[in-house]
Each structure stands twice: as structure tokens, then as C-alpha cells.
Nanobody, 123 residues
Framework: VQLQASGGGLVQTGDSLRLSCAAS????????MGWFRQAPGKEREFVAA????????YYGDSVKGRFAISRDVDKNMVYLQMNSLRPEDTAVYYCAARYGSFWYRSPNEYEYWGQGTLVTVSS
């Protein structure tokens, strides 16, 4: 499994940004894709997850209503649309994947990780 995240950058408060994650996997059956973020000095935090086959979505409390996760089965891509960005959203964002029947918010449950992409929100 290989994951490649992209799309980070410097934006202002209130702006939008879309992150992308290209997934190269052996099978999409029972695949769960997630986005996490880690700010300096803080633990890695769950942002959102999506089941590949059913497209069920899950969000962390801090991003509900502002962020949206989606996937494109034709392009093998997962996206994180981030709206109404705040300075506290500043972090390195990672895409991750795991196989299984359930979704998890703990980063320890995810086996595969892409490199991070930095999102900086200025006030």
C-alpha cells in the first residue's frame, strides 16, 4: 500500500483548501481511508475517515460541519475538502489506511501512512 498526500499550503482564516491522497493498494475491499493531523507539540489527531466500498464517512468533533472527506473510485483518490479554516487547523495532515470492518479514530489502528502535507492557516 502506498499513499501520497498533497495539496497543503498557506491560507488565511476563513479560506478553503482541498487535500488529495493518491492510493495505490492491493485491494479496495474492506479498505478504510483516513485523514489525521498533527500540530507541533501535539498528538496526532483524527480528522475524518471514509469506507471505500460504502463511502460511509466519519469526522472528528473539531472539524464537523467544516471539512468533508470523499473518494473517487475511478482515480483511486481520497480528498479532504477543508472550509472555514481556522488558525487552530494548522498542522501536518496525513492520509492513512487500514483494512477491516470497523472504523477507528486512533492512529494506532491504521497500518499504512502517507507522507504529510503542511497546512498553515494565518490569522
Amino acid at each position: 500500500v502506498q499513499l501520497q498526500a498533497s495539496g497543503g499550503g498557506l491560507v488565511q482564516t476563513g479560506d478553503s483548501l482541498r487535500l488529495s491522497c493518491a492510493a495505490s493498494v492491493r485491494t479496495f475491499s474492506s479498505l478504510l481511508m483516513g485523514w489525521f493531523r498533527q500540530a507541533p507539540g501535539k498528538e496526532r489527531e483524527f480528522v475524518a475517515a471514509i469506507t471505500w466500498t460504502e463511502s460511509k464517512v466519519y469526522y472528528g468533533d473539531s472539524v464537523k460541519g467544516r471539512f468533508a472527506i470523499s473518494r473517487d473510485v475511478d482515480k483511486n483518490m481520497v480528498y479532504l475538502q477543508m472550509n472555514s479554516l481556522r488558525p487552530e487547523d494548522t498542522a501536518v495532515y496525513y492520509c492513512a489506511a487500514r483494512y477491516g470492518s470497523f472504523w477507528y479514530r486512533s492512529p494506532n489502528e491504521y497500518e499504512y501512512w502517507g507522507q504529510g502535507t503542511l497546512v498553515t492557516v494565518s490569522s
